[in-house]
Nanobody, 130 residues
Framework: QLTIVESGGGSVQPGGSLSLSCITTTPGFNLNSYAIGWFRQAPGKEREGVSIISDNGARSDYRDSVRGRFTISRDNIKGIVYLQMNSHKPEDTGVYYC?????????????????????WGKGTLVTVSS
């Protein structure tokens, strides 16, 4: 069982920036073999896909509303996946989840559906407010 942990959430003003990180704390494991997705759930809304990245970092994708503002990346030496979020809008508020899956095709589907990844973190809260 892969344990996923997110960090870096907090409060930010509109137009501001935050960076989220995702790691696994399971002894003897790292995220290097897994495709990773970032998801978010706003209050009263369903979880939605935000961004995904392949295991080697060669492929990535974003939901339209964050494209050009958010950047997903990974450091497979350190075993960390990042989500750099710039130019925040109030509608970016929500709990952000990191998820892992061995399948890139399932990860691509999860970006659309907001579900379907094998391993999920507990989430970190991002609040965008003036």
């Amino acid at each position: 069982q892969l344990t996923i942990v997110e960090s870096g959430g907090g409060s930010v003003q509109p137009g501001g920036s935050l960076s989220l990180s995702c790691i696994t704390t399971t002894p003897g494991f790292n995220l290097n073999s897994y495709a990773i997705g970032w998801f978010r759930q706003a209050p009263g809304k369903e979880r939605e896909g935000v961004s995904i990245i392949s295991d080697n970092g060669a492929r990535s994708d974003y939901r339209d509303s964050v494209r050009g503002r958010f950047t997903i990346s990974r450091d497979n030496i350190k075993g960390i996946v990042y989500l750099q979020m710039n130019s925040h809008k109030p509608e970016d508020t929500g709990v952000y989840y990191c998820a892992a899956d061995l399948s890139w095709s399932l990860t691509r589907a999860a970006l659309i559906s907001g579900n379907g990844m094998d391993y999920w973190g507990k989430g970190t809260l991002v609040t965008v407010s003036s």
